[in-house]
């Protein structure tokens, strides 16, 4: 079955550093655009950044230099290192796969609750 | 930077009625790129509409896509209960992907 499973969510202060993982099931991250996506509490959702099939990354402005995507090949994981933490980045973080033939974010994760507070 | 804009904000409908959603682009997108997605309270989005008017696998009928260049339209026919949730369209023509702030259907 294909799928995708985040964890490594928490709790962290302002100004600190997390990583969250994305591993997935029934194909392989590394021949796939892989994208993060956000929801803040009630609010609608924030494309953060993709990796794509070469290993071109891309950020939204919001978060670009303060967070990082990776994958690991091996381990079919793609993650989400985040630093510099601020209040405003608390929120669910979905991994999702962006299919090239539909040209659209086909698979989700069920997400992971990142809460930035002291 | 393309913003994406939705309307209504929030819809009220009674099951069987009709549902029409807008999503405007502030400059032209390909269809190609242009997707629908449905989310419920707790759950992920999952995609309901690719290239504008494609139904991703598994999507029912009652659902359609259309438009073009900047004007863009999510269709749902004969609302059931299951229907109601939030919809939201995205552009992945260029970065930042954005998504538009969402539409809300609710039970009237």
């Known amino acids: 079955e294909v799928q995708l499973a985040e964890s490594g969510g928490g709790l962290i202060q302002p100004g600190g550093s997390l990583r969250v993982s994305c591993v997935a099931a029934?194909?392989?991250?590394?021949?796939?655009?892989m994208s993060w996506v956000r929801q803040a509490p009630g609010k609608g959702l924030e494309w953060v950044s993709v990796?794509?099939?070469?290993?071109?990354?891309d950020y939204a402005d919001s978060v670009r230099g303060r967070f990082t995507i990776s994958r690991d090949n091996p381990k079919n994981t793609v993650y989400l290192q985040m630093s510099s933490l601020r209040a405003e980045d608390t929120a669910v973080y979905y991994c999702?796969?962006?299919?090239?033939?539909?040209?659209?974010?086909?698979?989700w994760g069920q997400g992971t609750m990142v809460t930035v507070s002291s | 930077e393309i913003v994406l804009t939705q309307s209504p904000g929030t819809l009220s409908l009674s099951p069987g009625e009709r549902a029409t959603l807008s999503c405007r682009a502030s400059?032209?997108?390909?269809?190609?790129?242009l997707a629908w997605y449905q989310q419920k309270p707790g759950q992920a989005p999952r995609l309901l509409i690719y290239?504008?008017?494609s139904r991703a696998t598994g999507i029912p009928d009652k659902f359609s896509g259309s438009g073009s260049g900047t004007d863009f339209t999510l269709t749902i026919s004969r609302l059931e209960p299951e229907d109601f949730a939030v919809y939201y369209c995205?552009?992945?023509?260029?970065?930042?992907?954005?998504f538009g702030q969402g539409t809300k259907l609710e039970i009237k």
């Open positions: 999702a796969r962006w299919d090239s033939g539909n040209r659209a974010l086909d698979i």
């Open positions: 029934g194909f392989t991250v590394s021949g796939n655009y």
């Open positions: 990796m794509h099939s070469g290993g071109t990354t």
């Open positions: 400059q032209s997108v390909t269809s190609t790129y």
């Open positions: 290239g504008a008017s």
């Open positions: 995205q552009q992945y023509v260029s970065s930042p992907y954005s």
